[in-house]
């Protein structure tokens, strides 16, 4: 008798790397998918600010697939020439909030962004690395509080020159308006969801910074880069994966 012919697919490991911003709504998606397609699995997720993200491939390291919380940050993969270009496209969008501890009665619902660089109230924003820290800081130098149009390189300036704390992740700025540490910190309205402990005060008006979009595209030269394709194609399309996307916070682009 002839072995019995097996049609199951090839195993493939996919390795990601993603915006930190990503991590609960992405593990979940990941499960669904390879509940659904058991020969596609999943190394560790990497989770990182995009900058830092961009550096670990500069340094050799090997993903399939890139989401970047930036589009600066994935223009600076595709200039490193880590990017299958073709496959580029716009994941999701975000908006940007300003949040207090979920407990916190002393800061007024309705916030405007003057208000808050009033000086009465102490801040909490990503640093250079972090896209929300960028996205916050071009809409702080809109009224005035920081010196550089890009969101980058720039100081803050005004009433809150010396209130404003800076953090590596936009988990620890939460955490920051969580703890009382600050009065306000500026993160995704994605991030409210994802780690709870604080409470929107008011939206960030989008037209004070850069839309907030999430470029994704398959890595240059990469073995797996079908099955890395077929996964990012169903993960905008799948109307499970869209429910998870959405109760995360995340808006399909």
Not at 33 to 40: A, D, G, M, S
Not at 75 to 88: S, Y
Not at 129 to 158: H, I, M, R, W
Request: net charge negative.
């Amino acid at each position: 008798a002839t072995p019995e012919q097996t049609t199951e697919a090839e195993p493939v490991e996919l390795q990601i790397f993603a915006a930190n911003s990503l991590s609960k709504a992405l593990d979940e998606v990941q499960a669904l998918y390879t509940e659904k397609n058991p020969n596609v699995t999943f190394a560790d997720t990497q989770y990182k600010a995009s900058g830092e993200l961009v550096e670990m491939l500069k340094a050799g390291s090997s993903a399939d697939i890139f989401i970047s919380a930036s589009k600066g940050k994935m223009d600076d993969a595709v200039e490193g020439g880590f990017i299958d270009e073709a496959t580029r496209f716009d994941m999701f969008k975000n908006d940007l909030v300003m949040v207090t501890g979920e407990n916190n009665t002393d800061i007024p619902e309705g916030l405007t962004l003057e208000e808050a660089v009033s000086g009465d109230y102490t801040i909490c924003v990503g640093d250079e690395s972090v896209p929300a820290g960028n996205y916050a800081c071009q809409s702080l130098y809109t009224v005035g509080a920081y010196s550089d149009e890009s969101g980058k390189g720039g100081e803050f300036t005004g009433a809150i020159a010396d209130k404003v704390v800076l953090d590596t992740s936009v988990g620890n700025v939460c955490k920051h308006a969580e703890s009382g540490d600050v009065d306000i910190a500026f993160v995704y309205s994605s991030d409210v969801y994802r780690f709870g402990g604080v409470k929107i005060i008011s939206p960030v008006p989008a037209d004070t910074h850069k839309n907030i979009v999430y470029p994704a595209a398959v890595t240059a030269d990469d073995a797996n880069a079908e099955a890395a394709q077929a996964f990012l194609d169903w993960a905008v399309s799948d109307a499970e994966a869209l429910e998870i996307w959405q109760k995360w916070g995340f808006e399909l682009a």
